[in-house]
């Protein structure tokens, strides 16, 4: 049984032992270095350890509301003016 290349690693999700591919693994510690996030892990089987390599892939805003709308995105709404409304009451 070979070891799995890093591309079939990444391929099929990760989560198990690259090289006996039995999913009694353990992560460690975290750490990471520009934009890519490292954690060690650890095969119980078969006593491998790698690390997996995880690159920044985005951004999302936290729920604010349920629908997804931060605070800021609403707030910039809020803060916007009502068309017609200056020129109210009308003469
Ligand atoms: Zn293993």
């Known amino acids: 049984m070979a070891i799995l290349t890093e591309k079939q690693y990444v ?6 032992c690259p090289v006996c591919k ?3 693994i353990v992560g460690g510690s ?6 890519t996030i490292i954690q060690e892990i650890h095969c119980q089987v078969c006593q491998a350890s ?5 690159k920044l892939d985005g951004y999302e805003f936290h729920d604010y509301d ?3 709308r931060p605070q800021a995105l ?6 916007r003016p009502i068309a017609g409304l200056a ?3 009308a003469s």
């Open 50 to 54: 790698w690390n997996d390599l995880y």
């Open 87 to 89: 020129s109210w009451p």
């Open 11 to 16: 391929a099929e999700g990760g989560g198990k």
């Open 66 to 68: 349920g629908v997804g």
């Open 22 to 24: 039995d999913t009694d």
């Open 30 to 35: 975290t750490d990471y270095i520009g934009d």
């Open 74 to 79: 609403l707030q910039d709404v809020l803060d």
